[in-house]
């Protein structure tokens, strides 16, 4: 019997539900406020430059999951791109993250890899056994004088906190490397939607079994019409912030336009506290195919996020995971809904872990005839 789903946000993970929902026969409904699809990966074409605009910041795919490739690869082309960051700290521009380039540069040494190693351990405070925070991970695998110049100010700007307030696993998600790598990611496979995200998750979405509804809030009495509701939207939003608010930041984009070529590359980071932005990032440079004279460019700033603002990174301080505990307490008891993606379950999520769980979430529902446990 096929069921009435509602898709409460056409985000990746709205739209990957959706689609798998509407392919096993059910009737799709999907909703957004905004007046776009796409959620915060909503790319548009610049109307001057015609350049690729990655509207609500950068983003690119990578992954290792050949599960989620090979389904973005069947409805975007993927076009070859390498992510390359540089990064500005007193005055001069090294390699990211953090390699033999980066270590050579920065020490004026001429270090092969072995003596990079040993060099870099003889700076790493190895009274930490266990780091726990950002700062303890940063002064045991890198040495005081790295992280000061390339994260401590950085991650002061991004996140509003001392490093010493935050989880280690942030840190993490970047490696230190002993040789010339400046591969932003480690993924086999990695790449940028030809046609942008929006154009691919339009594709995801068109299927005869799915209406797309845009601008449109959802209110929880729009639950009685259906069998089951799939929610993206914020974890507490769901529940009128009755709690109290998660605590997210925000971020905001100062847009300026550029003849030639403004950087060189997509992302420039800046690791100097006193440089109020934390990265510039040049759109055309991340569809290397395209070829463009002007450049649109866009100062990123971060904030914390107020009840107006979109919200980007979920923090998870200590704080924040017992308000969350409470949430998904009440989350749980919702048998009609599932809370999906980053911010219905409230985590930094990459693109493509999003997408397999939403994949993952589709077939739970599918293989248990309609029933799926929630949370
Ligand atoms: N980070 C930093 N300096 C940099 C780049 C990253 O301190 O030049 C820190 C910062 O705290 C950031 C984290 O490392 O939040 C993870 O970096 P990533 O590039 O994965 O951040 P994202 O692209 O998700 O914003």
Redesign the pocket.
Known sequence: MPKRILLVGAGLSGAVIGRALAEAGNAVTVIDERAHIAGNCHTERDAESGIMVHVYG?HIFHTDDDRVWDYVNRFETFMPYVNR?K?TSAGRVYS?PVNLHTINQFFGKCFRPDEARQFIESLSDTSIAEPGT?EEQALRFVGKDLYEA???G??IK??GCD?ND?PAS??K??PVRFNYDDN?FFHRHQGMPANGYTGMIGKILAHEGIEVHLNRRFSRSDAAEFDHVFYSGPLDGYFDCELGRLGYRTLDFEMFRHDGDYQGCAVM?Y?DAEVPYTRITEHKHFSPWEKHEKSVCYKEYSRACGPDDIPY?PIRMAEEKALLGQYVERARRERQVTFVGRLGTYR?LDMDVTIREALDAAEAYVRNGGEIPPF
């Open positions: 950068p960051v990064t990211l950002f390339f994260f401590k950085y991650t991004q996140w490093p935050l942030i840190l998600r970047l932003y980071n690791g990174y930094y």
